[in-house]
């Protein structure tokens, strides 16, 4: 594809049922990330446009990464060189690798980087949060990419509506509102312990009068 001038057209092989066995997709395009490692669909690759959204997160895109410390989601790929095969090296702008994500993932303490943490520090794709506290930081890495939790999130979490939180934020700093997220009971869970023990109490009640009878 390059010719004489030298220049490639970088992009993905996505497995499809074709001749070929792939479909090139490139930046701008959608792709289907339902059983990647099979080749016996057709239509992974959309060329700039999107899929049928579902109710499952299975659209990707493509997104190059320079492989370099740490890596950066860049808009284009790097030139091809002979250490395209090296991995993560400490050279800047050398070789570009391809992102790979299927959805946003929950992350703890992201700047905790030499500390040593029990339990995982990242989940799956479209598992839930990490339990709200006072002491921890949590974030959400997409698209190479990790981001904390604004406190309005971390209020939605504990289960409070956004005209809640709209009154909780007047006059309140960040620090206060994480702290008084990480502090709280969540609201949906209190409610759920608090229906339970109602049924049981009538229950009981009920179970008395009969007896009384």
């Not at 409070?160 to 869970?189: E, F, P």
């Amino acid at each position: 594809m390059g010719g004489k001038t030298g220049l490639y057209e970088v992009g993905i092989p996505i497995k499809e049922n074709t001749k070929k066995g792939y479909k090139m997709a490139y930046p701008g395009d959608s792709i289907d990330l339902g059983y990647a490692n099979l080749n016996t669909r057709r239509g992974r690759v959309g060329h700039e446009i999107a899929h049928t959204l579902t109710t499952e997160s299975q659209q990707g895109t493509v997104h190059f990464v320079d492989l370099s410390v740490p890596p950066l989601v860049t808009e284009h790929a790097r030139c091809l060189n002979t250490r395209q095969d090296s991995s993560i090296h400490k050279h800047k702008g050398e070789s570009s690798g391809v992102l790979v994500e299927t959805g946003p993932r929950a992350i703890l303490t992201p700047d905790r980087l030499k500390k040593r943490q029990n339990g995982r520090r990242m989940k799956e794709p479209e598992e839930p949060m990490f339990t709200i506290t006072a002491t921890d930081r949590h974030g959400v890495v997409y698209h190479g990419r990790i981001r904390r939790l604004i406190p309005r999130e971390c209020l939605r979490l504990q289960g409070y509506y956004d005209s809640q939180i709209d009154q909780m934020i007047v006059g309140m700093s960040d620090r206060q509102l994480y702290k008084q997220a990480g502090n709280g009971v969540t609201v949906t869970v209190v409610e759920a312990i608090g229906r339970n023990l109602k049924a049981v109490d009538e229950e009981l009640r009920l179970e008395d009068a009969v007896y009384a009878d």
